[in-house]
């Protein structure tokens, strides 16, 4: 029972006599949280990250060059669709009915700091039991896989950082906003 023993140890340290972590019962169980004693409000999260790539890459992008097509036209699909089917990806998510899912991008010229980049921001709205912020971190997920799978002929070392939520409202915990609302190269 070492789980039982390092739950015990967590809940002592910040004096929580709640389970830390919703996803487990009391035995160390993982269970689906039961949501059916929670009110319906509207939710919406926004999560972004950044997909890192060469001078080239990044201008075959923007022109529309690339021999696979328009990417950020596939990317927004694709992350649109990935938002809708988080509940298929991560275990234990709830399949929500989402009434917004959107996602958006910014382009990054290189910096004295970073190579170019794009911003991708993905926005998830609900009227439900639960929030919508692992459909939005999945959307935007998503999204940069699908700038990488198209752009990997031309810049295999592409990297995708800063994955995260940004913002989530609705639900019982109200408003987080992440402050400051910063890209930074890592």
Excluded: W
């Excluded at 939710?43 to 022109?63: H, K, W």
């Excluded at 994955?163 to 910063?182: C, D, I, T």
């Amino acid at each position: 029972m070492k789980y039982k023993e390092e739950k015990e140890s967590v809940q002592e340290e910040y004096g929580n006599t709640e389970p830390a972590f919703t996803h487990f019962d009391a035995q160390g169980n993982a269970v689906m949280v039961d949501v059916s004693g929670k009110d319906i409000t509207l939710r919406e999260a926004t999560a972004e990250g950044v997909i890192r790539m060469s001078q080239q890459c990044f201008e075959l992008v923007r022109s529309g060059g690339m021999k696979k097509g328009d990417v950020l036209g596939v990317a927004r699909i694709a992350g649109i669709m990935g938002a809708k089917r988080t509940a298929e990806l991560i275990p234990l998510c709830h399949i929500l009915n989402l009434t917004k899912a959107s996602v958006d991008f910014e382009l990054m010229p290189a910096d004295r700091d970073a190579r170019p980049g794009i911003r991708a921001l993905c926005t998830v709205r609900c009227s439900g039991k639960t929030g919508v912020e692992m459909e939005a971190l999945t959307g935007v997920s998503v999204a940069l896989l699908t700038i990488y799978d198209m752009c990997k002929a031309v810049d295999r070392s592409m990297e995708m950082e800063q994955v995260r939520l940004v913002r989530k409202s609705g639900g019982k915990s109200g408003l987080f906003e992440r402050v400051p609302h910063v890209i930074k190269s890592m």
